[in-house]
């Protein structure tokens, strides 16, 4: 399957030093599974069946695309359980926000200034007051991220934290896209995008359970995302590499002395785990209806 426009060869030459940091994150992990895996990312754009790109944006080349497969290949070394959801659900496109939007979104869905305005949201996270008539979202995790990472103004300490909303292609075209003007890989949606279209909601490790209790009702997951803001690499508009050795070192430390749970079920098995799980825990729901008396009709409803 063709995940991206750009071979490997167009990637080398628009990124210094691109296959030497392929190498790098590669060798950062023990798991031989997620090896393979950041391999399919870095060399050919996606993962069974799971294009990192959208193919939506308002700009594409071989720079941005190499920058695109090592924020997503950053993201299954650090959150490899985020990075099986997102692949799985098939999510590609992002907004960073400060949780101080959550109140707004979580009502209305995702706006843009304009229609924030006409609904009588007061916005106090965003782009320096630009009043503009589209959302934006990106394709590159790591843009997302560094916007997640803006302040708001006047916040609720509370809600001062980063937030990644995360959708699907397919969600964004329903929503209406509209092409925009922009340095940045950008797609535009029409006004907004409503709450059913978001599909997660990405948050540090600590505010995971808070924002869980926020979405209850909603069909939103509520995924771990941490380190978006000391990623140890960094690429320049010009495609030169630049590594802070310290971040690595750390990073490697860190990485190579704990034993993660993850590496008990290899990444390809996880999907199948979570179907057993899930049938487990319907055959239970069933027992204790049972067990309680009640009629066929009832365990029906719980098929």
Not at 198 to 221: A, H, M, R, Y
Not at 253 to 281: C, G, P, Q, W
């Amino acid at each position: 399957m063709e995940y991206s426009y750009y071979r490997l060869e167009d990637i080398n030459e628009s990124i210094a030093s691109y296959q030497e940091i392929c190498d790098l994150f590669i060798n950062l992990t023990n798991n031989n599974n997620i090896k393979n895996i950041m391999s399919e990312i870095l060399y050919n754009g996606g993962y069974n069946g799971f294009s990192i790109s959208s193919k939506l944006s308002n700009r594409d080349n071989p720079l941005i695309e190499g920058q695109r497969r090592l924020a997503i290949a950053y993201l299954l070394l650090t959150n490899p359980d985020t990075f099986v959801n997102l692949m799985e659900n098939k999510i590609n496109l992002f907004h960073g926000t400060n949780a101080n939007a959550l109140p707004s979104i979580l009502k209305y869905g995702l706006n843009s200034a304009e229609a924030s305005e006409k609904l009588g949201i007061k916005v106090t996270t965003g782009e320096g007051g630009k009043v503009r008539n589209f959302v934006s979202l990106t394709d590159c995790l790591n843009i997302a991220a560094d916007y997640s990472s803006f302040e708001a103004q006047n916040p609720n300490e509370e809600l001062s934290f980063k937030v990644i909303v995360g959708t699907t292609s397919d969600d964004a075209l329903s929503a209406g896209i509209k092409r925009v003007s922009s340095d940045i890989p950008e797609v535009g949606i029409r006004n907004s995008l409503p709450l059913e279209n978001i599909k997660v909601l990405c948050v540090p490790s600590s505010k995971v359970s808070f924002v869980e209790k926020l979405t209850n009702g909603t069909d939103i997951k509520v995924l771990p995302m941490d380190e978006t803001d000391k990623r140890f690499y960094y690429i320049d508009e010009v495609g030169y590499v630049s590594i802070d050795e310290e971040l690595l070192e750390k990073f490697r430390n860190k990485e190579m002395s704990k034993d993660k749970t993850f590496t008990k079920e290899e990444i390809k098995d996880l999907s199948k785990t979570r179907l057993i799980s899930k049938i487990k825990n319907k055959l239970e729901e069933i027992k204790q209806i049972m067990e309680r008396g009640h009629s066929k009709n009832d365990i029906y409803k719980h098929r």
